[in-house]
């Protein structure tokens, strides 16, 4: 997404649209943090994408987090759904902060209401429990 801002106030944002592999340049025009016009967008659902993307842009988070009793060290977790952009730096700081319990299943909730966006993250793989005494590793 390339940025212009013109003496009149007007800002202008050229996007490509990623919702389809046809890749269509969309031109928006904000005045006053409303869009005044867009144009580029071959079809109605790469359209609102865009507005998304302008007005309100978000992304799923994926990463991982610490995990305790388990054979390894690290859970692969991520955001039941898109969380604001604006707030991934927050809600990366809370992540590195925790550390899950093993046994874990894949698509429990291990985190609540993130960076207070009401969004949850989830596990994205299992973790069987595996004590640190009286483990089956030989
Ligand atoms: S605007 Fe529509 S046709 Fe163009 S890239 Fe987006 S989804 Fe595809």
Redesign the pocket.
Not at 16 to 22: A, E, G, I
């Given at each position: 997404m390339t940025d212009g801002t013109r003496g009149d106030g007007r800002q202008h944002r050229r996007l490509?649209?990623?919702?389809?592999?046809?890749?269509?340049a969309?031109d928006v025009v904000l005045h006053n943090g409303a869009i005044e016009s867009l144009e580029?967008?071959?079809?109605?659902?790469?359209?609102e994408?865009?507005i998304q993307e302008v007005l309100d842009p978000r992304r799923m988070l994926s990463t991982t987090v610490r995990l305790r009793h388990a054979d390894r060290p690290l859970l692969p977790v991520r955001t039941c759904v898109p969380i604001p952009r604006d707030r991934i730096p927050q809600a990366m700081g809370q992540l590195r902060e925790i550390a899950v319990e093993a046994p874990v299943r894949m698509g429990d909730v291990v985190f609540r209401d993130l960076a207070g966006t009401g969004i949850d993250v989830v596990a994205a793989e299992s973790a069987p429990r595996q004590d640190d005494e009286g483990s089956d590793r030989p």
């Open positions: 490509t649209c990623t919702v389809c592999p046809k890749g269509c969309v580029g967008a071959a079809c109605r659902r790469g359209r994408s865009c």
